[in-house]
């Protein structure tokens, strides 16, 4: 059974800092994994996608790295602001059926 | 890029009542969308996955005849739940899937808020 876990639970850093939020999963046989961001009370905003095949993908100051073969995926945001505190989720896509990791929620202070 | 509208945003509503919430893809045909549950601080979790055209597949705890589920076209997926109770309250979302081979994609709706008094 397929188990993803986000590494810390929550994290609080000054504004400017670079910062990595880690997810692991348990069975490399996924399909894609994707970062979300989801703002209290609204729904998940898509941030990157990475296919099975892929290593990483960049989007502005976003990278997300993915490792199948140790079961790992890392979220790097860089230069953080106070707009970018939210819970950010990783999610395995198993061919179809999505599996949540219970999200890192992000403070950054001003 | 393609937008998944979810109504409504939030809804109270008193013990024994139903409550219908709708999921539609605007720009794009899904013909599979799938229904989340989040209770505070907890994962999202999937409910169900509801197929256009065919009976959706419940995830296991999921009571079916409590929480129905309509796919009735390529844009439009319903969520009821029946007979709310307190329990029930939580945050619901839906996502439609976007076909397109290796850019196949999920996109969610921005969620409802229930809350059962």
Not at chain 1, 34 to 58: A, C, H, N, V
């Amino acid at each position: 059974k397929q188990e993803v876990t986000q590494i810390p639970a929550a994290l609080s850093v000054p504004e400017g800092e670079n910062l990595v939020l880690n997810c692991s999963f348990t069975d490399s046989a996924i399909y894609n994994l994707q970062w979300f961001r989801q703002d209290p009370g609204k729904g998940l905003t898509s941030l990157l996608l990475i296919q099975s095949s892929q290593r990483e993908q960049t989007s502005g100051r976003l990278n997300a790295s993915l490792d199948k073969s140790s079961g790992r995926s890392t979220l790097y945001i860089a230069a953080s602001q106070p707009g970018d505190s939210a819970t950010y989720l990783c999610v395995v896509d198993q061919g179809g059926k999505l599996i949540f990791g219970q999200g890192t929620e992000l403070s950054v202070k001003p | 890029g393609a937008v998944v509208s979810q109504h409504p945003s939030r809804v109270i509503c008193k013990s024994g009542t139903s409550v219908k919430i709708e999921c539609r893809s605007l720009d794009f045909q899904a013909t599979t969308m799938f229904w989340y549950r989040q209770f505070p601080k907890q994962s999202l979790m999937l409910m169900a996955t509801s197929n256009e055209g065919s009976k959706a597949t419940y995830e296991q705890g999921v009571e079916k005849d409590k929480f129905l589920i309509n796919h009735a076209s390529l844009t439009l997926s319903t969520l009821t739940v029946t007979s709310a109770h307190p329990e029930d309250s939580s945050f619901y979302i839906c996502s439609a899937l976007k076909a397109g081979g290796s850019n196949e994609k999920l996109f969610f709706g921005s969620g409802t808020q229930l809350s059962v008094l």
